[in-house]
C-alpha cells in the first residue's frame, strides 16, 4: 500500500488517519500532509471533535523514517525535516478541537511525541512506548517538551536514557499517557467512537476554552520547537549518527 493521510468525518467527528507501509514510519512528506490535515480539521465547521488514528495493527508509528535520516547531507536540511514533527506538534497543540488519540501499537520516537500531543489518548494492550533516540546519536529534542508534558520529567529521563527497552501500555497508563487501555483493538475502537460521540455533543464553544487552559504555558513552542529541531538536525549530521543509521540501510 502507499503511504496516506485521510481525513473522514462521521457524527461530528474528523477521524484523520495516516499511513507507512515501513510501521507508520514518518518521511517529511506524510509529516507536511498530516500538519495541513489536522489544520483543516481544526477550521472544518462539521467537525466538533478529532481523532488521531493510524492505519495498520500492532504499530501506531514508528517514529522518522530512517531512509531519509540516512539520506540527509547539510544541517539545514536535518532542520527541516525535524520542523516535520514540530509542525505536526505544533498544530495539534493550536487546534480549537480535541483530539482523541487512538493508539493501537507501538509508539516509538516521533510517534511517542504524536501520542504525548493529543488531549486524551486511548490505547490497546500492544501499545508499548519507547524512546531510542539517543542509541541512534540524536535524541528526542523535537518531542521532549510534549513527552514531558504528559509523562512528567523523570519518565521522560527514564525512557530516553533506557533507549533501547520498550515500556508497556500499563506503563504509559500509569505515567499519565494514556487515560485507558484495552484487550483488543475491537475494545479500543469502540471506546474511541463513544467517547468522541459523546463529547461531539457538548458545547463547542467550551471544548474551545478548555483547549486553551490544557495547553497553557505551552505559548514558546514555535520557537522551541524549531530551536530543538536545529539540535537533531546537527546532530543526525555526526559521525556516530551516521554510523548507526547505515546498519538500518
Known amino acids: 500500500m502507499e503511504p496516506y493521510v485521510t481525513l473522514t468525518i462521521e457524527n461530528h467527528i474528523g477521524y484523520v488517519e495516516f499511513f507507512h507501509p515501513n510501521r507508520n514510519s514518518m518521511p517529511s512528506t506524510v509529516l507536511s500532509e498530516l500538519e495541513k490535515t489536522i489544520v483543516e480539521a481544526g477550521v472544518n465547521d462539521a467537525i466538533k471533535v478529532i481523532v488521531l488514528k493510524s492505519g495498520g495493527d500492532r504499530t501506531f508509528c514508528a517514529g522518522a523514517s530512517f531512509n531519509e535520516l540516512i539520506a540527509i547531507e547539510d544541517t539545514e536540511t536535518g532542520k527541516q525535516f525535524f ?60 518531542i521532549e517538551p510534549a513527552v514531558s508534558r504528559k509523562i512528567g520529567t ?50 463547542p464553544e467550551a471544548l474551545a476554552e478548555m483547549k486553551k487552559v490544557f495547553w497553557k504555558g505551552t505559548e514558546n513552542w514555535d520557537k ?20 548507526t543509521l547505515k546498519r538500518f540501510r
Open 224 to 243: 522551541l520547537l524549531e530551536q530543538r529541531a536545529e539540535i537533531s538536525g546537527k546532530l543526525v549530521l555526526s559521525k556516530f549518527t551516521k554510523k
Open 83 to 142: 520542523l516535520g514533527f514540530a509542525n505536526v506538534i505544533n498544530a495539534m497543540r493550536k487546534c480549537p478541537k480535541l483530539i482523541i488519540g487512538r493508539v493501537q501499537g507501538k509508539a516509538v520516537g516521533g510517534g511517542l511525541g504524536l501520542a504525548s500531543a493529543t488531549d486524551y489518548c486511548l490505547a490497546s494492550k500492544y501499545a508499548s512506548i519507547k524512546l531510542s533516540e539517543l542509541s541512534i546519536g540524536i535524541g528526542p529534542f523535537v
Open 154 to 203: 523523570t519518565a521522560m529521563s527514564q525512557m530516553t536514557i533506557d533507549a533501547e527497552t520498550f515500556y508497556d501500555a500499563n506503563f504509559a497508563k500509569e505515567k499519565g499517557l494514556f487515560s485507558d487501555v484495552f484487550e483488543t483493538t475491537e475494545d479500543l475502537d469502540i471506546a474511541v467512537k463513544i467517547l468522541a460521540e459523546k463529547l461531539a455533543g457538548y458545547n
